[in-house]
């Protein structure tokens, strides 16, 4: 936010475009954390949108392994439910009762068919680089990891023996994160943005009415997280202080907890296959 005209910017900017003040930078600004990972990468992914592409890629790679065990074979049409389980899709049942907490965060990264891919692909590009870009990696890191469990926590509660996937929870707490900022920052475009997310989030959930298998507590659940998240976060400061080490700390523990998930689902298939 612009110090002089209170403006919403975003964490790369230098100058204000709206009433062109220079914002000084005393001390190294804290705007381009994963800059380093995307010059190892030979600046192949954008360094204000890595930690979105890098979601992706894992999507993309989950879906192509999905579908070497599809058994129809051909991996574009819906993808088996056996697969996606193996996986580690939600089923309440599975969590609560059988202890595997693993899948209400790993089922955020499978998806059950080609179209489901593409489109939640598609509004991951959109959503998720401007909330990467406007809160930083280390804000879009909890929003996101807290709205996929908060999304399918509420979706193991709602449908317990229903099996379900998607990103779709995670994205929506990306477009809660949105309004949440329309909440903080009152200006004229904190505002627009606010009412466009809200209208998003109006359209998804009246799609997910239809019968088209969507699940709508995932997507209440993620919308709900991803608000009060950002909510508490605030925008991030230009430079370093208590408040930006907390949620480095805070994004850094989602990344662990991330992985430490994934390993988790990796035991329990590999003793699967035995």
């Given at each position: ?63 192509l ?63 998720g680089?401007?909330?990467?870009r ?5 804000r ?78 995932a ?39 991330t ?16």
């Amino acid at each position: 936010m612009c110090p002089n005209c209170r403006a919403l910017l975003s964490t790369a900017d230098r100058v204000c475009p709206y009433c062109e003040f220079q914002i000084a930078a005393p001390r190294p600004p804290i705007a381009r954390r994963g800059a380093e990972a995307s010059e190892v990468l030979g600046g192949f992914i954008p360094q204000d949108r890595f930690v979105t592409f890098i979601i992706l890629t894992i999507n993309v790679a989950l879906y192509l392994a999905c579908s070497l065990m599809n058994p129809e074979g051909t991996g574009i049409g819906d993808m088996n439910t056996r697969v996606l389980l193996l996986f580690g899709a939600k089923r309440g049942d599975l969590v609560f009762e059988g202890g595997q907490w693993f899948r209400l965060l790993t089922a955020g990264f499978l998806h059950g068919g080609l179209l489901h891919l593409l489109m939640n692909s598609w509004a991951m590009l959109d959503v998720g680089a401007f909330v990467e870009r406007t809160f930083g990696v280390w804000r879009f890191l909890a929003i996101y990891f807290a709205s996929t469990v908060g999304g399918f926590y509420l979706s193991s509660q709602w449908s317990y023996y229903t099996p379900s996937v998607g990103s779709s929870a995670g994205i929506f707490g990306l477009i809660g994160s949105l309004i949440a900022l329309g909440l903080i920052d009152r200006s004229s475009m904190g505002e627009q943005i606010k009412q466009q997310a809200m209208r998003w989030a109006m359209y998804g959930l009246l799609m997910g009415l239809l019968p088209f298998n969507m699940d709508n507590a995932a997507h209440i659940g993620g919308l709900v997280t991803g608000l009060a998240v950002t909510w508490l976060a605030g925008f991030p400061s230009l430079f370093m202080n208590w408040k930006e080490r907390v949620w480095q700390v805070v994004g850094s523990i989602c990344l662990i907890l991330t992985g430490v998930s994934f390993l988790r689902w990796y035991w329990w298939f590999s003793g699967m296959q035995q």
